[in-house]
């Protein structure tokens, strides 16, 4: 069968989709086609009967509005749940070809793409984690982890800041597993790239440290396989193909054009796509036997790379069954009983001790028992405390290092976190200054949606930066992340809390934030038990019911301990409740909420150095609040603290008047 046949099925597939969709992007699938039919068919290893096989090579369609191929190719190559009738509900509610690809939905799919560029920055972590892991666990003549990862790109790709983020370090770490592949159409939605793009995309590459290749033709399947074959035989550094197509391809009307990126074709330009192609069925998402054979057979191919792995992981498993036996424990990732034991012995905090502190304790007290976890920080290690000792630098020299420099890059760095996870057999963590969520968050976005259990250790939490002011005070943070679906966000107040958000971020399922303070806080949690619940009480009141609630997360929740000895002497009766995680508290059934925060009790006060929004659900209109409602200064951490009112005075003076007393 002619190649040509084989590439134009996911053509006219694709545009299929779209026009019954009438909606969608079939400029892309047309021009980049036979790069999708050339990886797939020749260079990707992957078995459609097994699609979460360890040793598969990865990929990633960076520009995901170009969904339509992708759906296309799986069909062709049979993968489970792909049928006929799914490409026919491409866009559909509930269909598993939404407009751009799901994690999680899609058969197949190795990663989320919504934003562009993201999908290059999770690429890039892939091929670390492979780096990492085949350092660790492979043999001479025995290799366990021993894949490429493949990333389709575009114009718009290369414009986000993200891809050059991400790509600097693979280039830095000669990822040389990492394979781009540049469909350059030259076309934007608005118009010619020339408008706003005109840059030598090859020598900013060159630069990164990848080698660079080009294929003129983006028909020429076989130009194309070549540049793969030699981008594969570069074992020092990532390589980025630069392949010319045409967007809009066999579409005379369409073809080079921007209205070609995305709106449907039309039904006639549909008709007039067959005929230029040469397609011989005129029916909507036809397909010649032929053609099924084809890919059957491609993919038969890949069932076959998959079971000699299988016999080659046997002998390995028989050379050293000890060694395989702790390959297994990286791929599943649960936590061992004794770290589990560990963080929910509840622990004697001696003085008080700043969280980030606490926090890198913690990960190098389980380190050792926890051996995938894998991360860092953007150049701040010694601030945010993350870095594990004794466990090496993860380097192009040394990929067995377990400590992630990952530069000045937050946004990047969120992408290759994203990638490490979905790579497997690795947990990642990653670090900044809080504040800098701002540039992390298009990435936990992902994280959450793909619910993958990326670790976010963000420190410098409030206020309580001081002398570097308002830009690197977080004050409206708290509140971004609380409203993002699927994230667990703690603000722990000492050991014991911060021990219960390490429990969650291990066992949760769900990315999870620990906003974690620069100043030291006394402790008061007795239990982590308590604060796995996400909120408890911390101090109780005297009588049989209270006549204040004080509600507060980390720092301010010693504070509000104080405020209620003040208030005592003023008599009134106040309960102080630890939120340390909102997410969890929500979940705990209404009569554990009942009992912590009593529903007669109607005088509340939310106290945190941070945006008073997320409160208003516990707080009710009535409640009171000692929250930051402007941007921080510059200045001592004490004297801030003490001139926006987190003073035991100012909170108990408002709790006092909250409370009618």
Same mark, same amino acid.
């Given at each position: 069968?002619?190649?040509?046949? +084989?590439?134009?099925?996911?053509? &006219?597939?694709?545009?299929?989709?779209?026009?019954?969709?009438?909606?969608?992007?079939?400029?892309?699938?047309?021009?980049?086609?036979? @790069? %999708?039919?050339?990886?797939?068919?020749?260079?990707?290893? $992957?078995?459609?009967?097994?699609?979460?096989?360890?040793?598969?090579?990865?990929?990633?369609?960076?520009?995901?509005?170009?969904?339509?191929?992708?759906?296309a190719v799986l069909h062709l190559f049979g993968y489970d749940g792909m049928t006929i009738e799914e490409l026919q509900r491409f866009r559909q509610l509930g269909s598993k070809t939404p407009g751009h690809p799901e994690y999680g939905i899609?058969?197949?799919?190795?990663?989320?793409?919504?934003?562009?560029?993201?999908? @290059? #920055?999770?690429?890039?972590?892939?091929?670390?984690?492979?780096?990492?892991?085949? *350092?660790?666990?492979? *043999?001479?003549?025995?290799?366990?982890?021993?894949?490429?990862?493949? +990333?389709?790109?575009?114009?718009?790709?290369?414009?986000?800041?993200?891809?050059?983020?991400?790509?600097?370090?693979?280039?830095?770490?000669?990822?040389?597993?990492? /394979?781009?592949?540049?469909?350059?159409?030259?076309?934007?939605?608005?118009?010619?790239?020339?408008?706003?793009?005109?840059?030598?995309?090859? *020598?900013?590459?060159? +630069?990164?440290?990848?080698? &660079?290749?080009?294929?003129?033709? #983006?028909?020429?399947?076989?130009?194309?396989? !070549?540049?793969?074959?030699?981008?594969?035989?570069?074992? +020092?550094?990532?390589?980025?193909?630069?392949?010319?197509?045409?967007?809009?391809?066999?579409?005379?009307?369409?073809?080079?054009?921007?209205?070609?990126?995305?709106?449907?074709?039309?039904?006639?330009?549909?008709?007039?796509?067959?005929?230029?192609?040469?397609?011989?069925?005129?029916?909507?998402?036809?397909?010649?036997?032929?053609?099924? %054979?084809?890919?059957?057979?491609?993919?038969?191919?890949?069932?076959?790379?998959?079971?000699?792995?299988?016999?080659?992981? %046997?002998?390995?498993?028989?050379?050293?069954?000890?060694?395989?036996?702790?390959?297994?424990?990286?791929?599943?990732?649960?936590?061992?009983? !004794?770290?589990?034991?560990?963080?929910?012995?509840?622990?004697?905090?001696?003085?008080?001790?700043?969280?980030?502190?606490?926090?890198?304790?913690?990960?190098? %007290?389980? *380190?050792?028992?926890?051996?995938?976890?894998?991360?860092?920080?953007?150049?701040?290690?010694?601030?945010?405390?993350?870095?594990?000792?004794?466990?090496?630098?993860?380097?192009?020299?040394?990929?067995?290092?377990?400590?992630?420099?990952? #530069?000045?890059?937050?946004?990047?760095?969120?992408?290759?976190?994203?990638? /490490?996870?979905? $790579?497997?057999?690795?947990?990642?963590?990653?670090?900044?200054?809080?504040?800098?969520?701002?540039? @992390?968050?298009?990435?936990?976005?992902?994280?959450?949606?793909?619910?993958?259990?990326?670790?976010?250790?963000?420190?410098?939490?409030?206020?309580?930066?001081?002398?570097?002011?308002?830009?690197?005070?977080?004050?409206?943070?708290?509140?971004?992340?609380?409203?993002?679906?699927?994230?667990?966000?703690?603000?722990?107040?000492?050991?014991?809390?911060?021990?219960?958000?390490?429990?969650?971020?291990?066992?949760?399922?769900?990315?999870?934030?620990?906003?974690?303070?620069?100043?030291?806080?006394?402790?008061?949690?007795?239990?982590?038990?308590?604060?796995?619940?996400?909120?408890?009480?911390?101090?109780?009141?005297?009588?049989?019911?209270?006549?204040?609630?004080?509600?507060?997360?980390?720092?301010?929740?010693?504070?509000?301990?104080?405020?209620?000895?003040?208030?005592?002497?003023?008599?009134?009766?106040?309960?102080?409740?630890?939120?340390?995680?909102?997410?969890?508290?929500?979940?705990?059934?209404?009569?554990?909420?009942? !009992? &912590?925060?009593?529903?007669?009790?109607?005088?509340?006060?939310? &106290?945190?150095?941070?945006?008073?929004?997320?409160?208003?659900?516990? @707080?009710?209109?009535?409640?009171?609040?000692?929250?930051?409602?402007?941007?921080?200064?510059?200045?001592?951490?004490?004297?801030?603290?003490?001139?926006?009112?987190?003073?035991?005075?100012?909170?108990?003076?408002?709790?006092?008047?909250?409370?009618?007393?």
């Amino acid at each position: 069968m002619e190649t040509n046949l +084989a590439v134009n099925a996911i053509r &006219v597939l694709s545009a299929d989709e779209v026009q019954k969709a009438n909606s969608g992007h079939p400029g892309f699938p047309l021009g980049a086609a036979p @790069i %999708a039919y050339e990886l797939f068919a020749n260079h990707i290893r $992957h078995n459609p009967r097994n699609p979460g096989w360890v040793n598969r090579d990865r990929f990633v369609l960076s520009g995901g509005h170009g969904s339509a191929m992708l759906y296309a190719v799986l069909h062709l190559f049979g993968y489970d749940g792909m049928t006929i009738e799914e490409l026919q509900r491409f866009r559909q509610l509930g269909s598993k070809t939404p407009g751009h690809p799901e994690y999680g939905i899609v058969p197949g799919l190795d990663a989320t793409t919504g934003p562009l560029g993201a999908g @290059i #920055g999770m690429a890039v972590g892939m091929a670390m984690a492979e780096a990492h892991l085949s *350092k660790l666990f492979n *043999k001479k003549d025995l290799p366990l982890v021993d894949h490429y990862t493949y +990333a389709i790109c575009g114009d718009g790709d290369l414009m986000e800041g993200i891809s050059s983020e991400a790509c600097s370090l693979a280039g830095t770490l000669g990822l040389s597993k990492l /394979i781009l592949v540049y469909d350059s159409n030259r076309i934007s939605i608005e118009g010619s790239t020339d408008l706003a793009f005109r840059e030598d995309v090859k *020598k900013r590459f060159e +630069a990164f440290g990848f080698q &660079v290749l080009e294929v003129p033709d #983006g028909n020429d399947t076989e130009a194309i396989g !070549e540049a793969l074959r030699q981008a594969k035989a570069d074992t +020092a550094r990532p390589s980025f193909i630069q392949v010319h197509t045409h967007i809009g391809y066999g579409v005379p009307a369409k073809v080079d054009t921007a209205s070609a990126h995305g709106e449907p074709l039309g039904e006639e330009n549909v008709k007039i796509l067959r005929e230029s192609l040469g397609w011989p069925l005129a029916e909507a998402f036809a397909v010649p036997d032929e053609v099924y %054979a084809h890919y059957g057979a491609l993919a038969a191919k890949g069932a076959e790379a998959e079971a000699a792995w299988n016999e080659a992981a %046997a002998r390995y498993k028989s050379a050293d069954a000890d060694a395989y036996a702790l390959f297994e424990k990286f791929q599943r990732g649960e936590l061992p009983s !004794e770290v589990r034991a560990y963080l929910e012995q509840p622990e004697q905090q001696e003085k008080a001790d700043a969280t980030r502190g606490v926090s890198g304790a913690i990960l190098n %007290a389980v *380190k050792d028992q926890v051996p995938w976890l894998f991360g860092g920080s953007a150049d701040l290690a010694p601030s945010n405390k993350t870095a594990l000792k004794d466990a090496g630098d993860f380097s192009a020299e040394a990929p067995e290092g377990r400590n992630i420099h990952f #530069g000045v890059r937050e946004l990047g760095m969120g992408a290759i976190a994203n990638g /490490i996870a979905l $790579h497997g057999g690795a947990l990642p963590y990653i670090g900044t200054f809080f504040v800098f969520a701002d540039y @992390i968050k298009p990435m936990m976005r992902l994280a959450s949606l793909m619910k993958l259990p990326v670790i976010y250790v963000l420190t410098h939490d409030s206020i309580g930066v001081g002398e570097d002011g308002p830009t690197h005070e977080p004050v409206e943070q708290l509140a971004m992340l609380r409203a993002q679906p699927d994230l667990y966000v703690f603000r722990p107040a000492d050991v014991n809390e911060t021990k219960a958000a390490y429990l969650t971020a291990f066992t949760g399922g769900l990315p999870t934030v620990l906003a974690l303070s620069r100043q030291n806080i006394a402790p008061v949690c007795t239990d982590p038990k308590d604060a796995l619940k996400g909120g408890y009480v911390a101090a109780r009141e005297e009588g049989a019911k209270p006549d204040v609630l004080l509600l507060a997360s980390g720092s301010e929740v010693p504070l509000c301990v104080e405020a209620k000895a003040l208030l005592k002497a003023q008599g009134v009766d106040a309960r102080v409740v630890s939120v340390p995680c909102m997410e969890l508290f929500a979940a705990q059934d209404e009569a554990y909420r009942a !009992e &912590v925060l009593p529903p007669d009790v109607t005088a509340r006060v939310a &106290v945190e150095a941070g945006s008073k929004q997320p409160w208003g659900a516990y @707080i009710g209109l009535g409640g009171g609040a000692v929250t930051m409602e402007t941007f921080g200064e510059s200045g001592p951490a004490a004297q801030l603290f003490q001139h926006f009112g987190f003073t035991p005075e100012n909170v108990a003076a408002v709790a006092a008047r909250v409370a009618g007393k």
